[in-house]
């Protein structure tokens, strides 16, 4: 292999620019450079040692007093205007579009296109027009990014977060890779604590970013000493300078969808918005996007998406379980979730459902509705989706069905494909887990 060319740039002066094309992303080089056992395998590394942290046997129980189901700040309703106020924060002002020049890659965060969705709809004809937030255009490649800066900008507002901390958050993966994404801009150390279930691609995603990655059981209930949230909270309580944003309670989390996400979607309709369909995880996307368009589109229906499994659209009846999908639902109702914004939930299934499934010739085919409608978004629609798109997908359909030519239903792809090139994009996990696999994708 030759070696590259260098040119010289010392006769720039200061008012010089220079431009590089970064030609593609980290998603095609996951089995690759971006992984240790390749670099290993391929004798960059000398060893596989990854840095890791077990927080001690031994500790305080208080440590683990915590209630996720609290939100940090109160919202409050004007009666007369309807519109929302929190009293510690002044809401930043809409950006409708990114700058052409960026600072940093955090300022590549907002401002996700929409797209209406043509071949899906016209197969189950849908009458209505369909569109779909491309979330997966984020910085770090999902909505949560969104979170993560907005939540990372109050801590230092408010001196909290200072330089030299570390950064330690439970997540499911994607406000952990927002939040890794910041922290290497910023220059933050940062410590992420998920369930063994999420992907190697965000583990590999957010060590590629610097961060450490911690593992923890997928049946520990979230108020276990062992879940990714009672592990966060013993090493935060271990690790000095450590400060957990807490994405279950941090108002930066409803806020961040308050103040731009749903202005996106009602500038770029211009207010037509009839039904807005979210799944709710943390409850921070449905809750900000659902307050400001009942603000401004008094009408709007929202509807909320929650996996079986989970106890969101019901916490009195519904027991929770397993479920594959991932990003949506959970075990309990967290603060940034409020209820009281949505108008009508549905469940979505990730599990199996036997049916006569119209690309396959046996009558009891296995299928989900979630991976399958990703799979037809990416297959039909060219939409490089996450699983939780095609569980707001399939819901929307379900909603969009006998509506009127000129209705708008709106819902949100959270994230993309990048994250899942070894699950549900693998006809071979398909298979494994006795799903029906759709022969043309």
Known sequence: M???SVISVNWLTEEGNVVVIAADGIRNYMSQFIDDEWLYNHKVLHSLDKKTLTPKEQFDPEVLVYDPTTLSEEWKQDKSTKKWTICSQKFKPYRPARPAVMGNILEAINNTPLVKLQKIPAEHLIKCNMYVKCEYFNAGGSTKDRIALRMVELAEAEGLLKPGMTLIEPTSGNTGI????AAAVKGYKCIIVMPVKMSKEKALTMEALGSVIVRTPNEAAFDS???HIGVALRLRNEIPGGIMLDQYRNIGNPLAHYEQTAEEIIDALDGNVDYMVVAAGTGGSI????KKIKE???HCVIVGVDPEGSVLADPNENEAGFYEVEGVGYDFVPGTLDRSVVDKWLKSTDQYQYCCHRYSNSKHALFSESFETA????SKEGLLCGGSSGSNVHAALQIARGLPAEKNVVTILPDGIRNYLTKFIDNEWMAARHYDI???F
């Open 225 to 227: 000493a062992y879940s």
């Open 287 to 290: 809750t900000g996007i659902a």
């Open 296 to 298: 401004k589109v008094p």
């Open 438 to 440: 759709n022969e043309r």
């Open 2 to 4: 030759s070696k590259p």
């Open 375 to 378: 799979r037809d978004l990416i």
């Open 178 to 181: 927002g939040l890794s994404l």
